[in-house]
Every structure is written in C-alpha cells, then in structure tokens.
C-alpha cells in the first residue's frame, strides 16, 4: 500500500502560478506510475497528468498541455505538479493518485488516492 498527501494548493490570480505536491509513504515509491486529476464542484473528476515509474513519460489534458508540468523526485518521493498560467476554468480539488501498472488517463484505473488541495484561481 501507499499513502499520499498533497500540498500547496491555495488562491491565486488568473495568470499566476502554484505548484502541488504530493508527498508518498508506504510501498515503493518508484512501483508507482504517479497522476493527478481534478473534480470541480458538480463535475466529473477528471484527467489532468499522469507520469510513468521511470519519470521519463508524460501525458497531459489537453486543457493543460504547455502550461502544467508533472514531474517526480524518486529521493523525496514526492510528484509535483506544476501549474503556470492558471486560469479560473483550472479552479478544482486537485488528487494525486498511483497505479502500477502504467501512464493511465482514467480515474477507476488508480488503486490510490489523496485526500486533496484545492485550487482557487480568481480572474
């Protein structure tokens, strides 16, 4: 098993930046492809980055691509996410998640999860 914790979710102007963390404990670390996903209030959770075991792939939203940066530090057990260019569309509960099998898009295919940070961007 693995546990997950994010962090540095908060508010922030349309334009700005943050970047999530998500620290993990338990099982190996680098067993895990890693992603990150967001629910906004009355809507699906859905897709945002996923990143593989090795850190060396990537896949993104559309809705984000060029603009958010997942990425993952194997020494801290920590995946980031990056966030630049925030819009007020991005304003959602951010989850990290981890599978082991592979850099997946859907939710149901995480085995576990965070309890959350939310994201506020303000226009």
């Known amino acids: 098993q693995v546990q997950l914790v994010e962090s540095g979710g908060g508010l922030v102007q349309a334009g700005g930046s943050l970047r999530l963390s998500c620290a993990a404990s338990?099982?190996?670390?680098?067993?895990?492809?890693m992603g990150w996903f967001r629910q906004a209030p009355g809507k699906e959770r859905e897709f945002v980055a996923a990143?593989?075991?090795?850190?060396?792939?990537?896949n993104y939203a559309d809705s984000v691509k060029g603009r958010f940066t997942i990425s993952r530090d194997s020494a801290k057990n920590t995946v980031y996410l990056q966030m630049n260019s925030l819009k007020p569309e991005d304003t959602a509960a951010y989850y990290c998640?981890?599978?082991?099998?592979?850099?997946?898009?859907?939710?149901?295919?995480?085995?576990?999860w965070g309890q959350g940070t939310q994201v506020t961007v303000s226009s």
């Open positions: 338990g099982r190996t670390f680098s067993s895990y492809a």
């Open positions: 998640a981890a599978n082991e099998r592979a850099v997946i898009s859907v939710p149901d295919e995480y085995d576990y």
């Open positions: 990143i593989s075991r090795s850190g060396r792939r990537t």
